[in-house]
């Protein structure tokens, strides 16, 4: 059974908004960080936003003011509201968890991770 399932990718254009959602099969990640990663093609992954266990959020530099994660611990769902999307925000983006507080933006200390979900912006 999958830990994490990622859903909400497509294809729009460039100023459209999209919504990533992520569902958890385990409340095992509440006490750590949750987190979006993406990779877009001939590119190293890269941390587009995270969420602590405490509510505090990290956003590259590149997305801040345009992106925004969220957490309903109820539904044990990890959202990404992603809003003025670009061309160079398309790449397979990746729900990611790990059940330890603190770095979590760091990609190489997450223990869990989705299938991945295709964003892809037009111009």
């Known amino acids: 059974q999958a830990q994490l399932a990622e859903s909400g990718g497509g294809s729009v254009q460039a100023g459209d908004s999209l919504r990533l959602s992520c569902v958890a099969a385990t409340t095992a990640y509440s006490s750590g960080c949750m987190g979006w990663f993406r990779r877009a093609p001939g590119k190293e992954r890269e941390g587009v936003a995270a969420?602590?266990?405490?509510?505090?959020?990290s956003y590259a530099d590149s997305v801040k003011g345009r992106f925004t994660i969220s957490k309903d611990n109820a539904k044990n769902t990890l959202y990404l509201q992603m809003n003025s999307l670009k061309p160079d925000d398309t790449a397979m983006y990746y729900c990611?968890?790990?059940?330890?507080?603190?770095?979590?933006?760091?990609?190489?200390?997450?223990?869990?991770w989705g299938q991945g979900t295709q964003v892809t912006v037009s111009s």
């Open positions: 990611a968890a790990k059940p330890r507080r603190g770095r979590c933006l760091g990609a190489s200390l997450y223990d869990y």
């Open positions: 969420i602590d266990s405490d509510g505090s959020t």
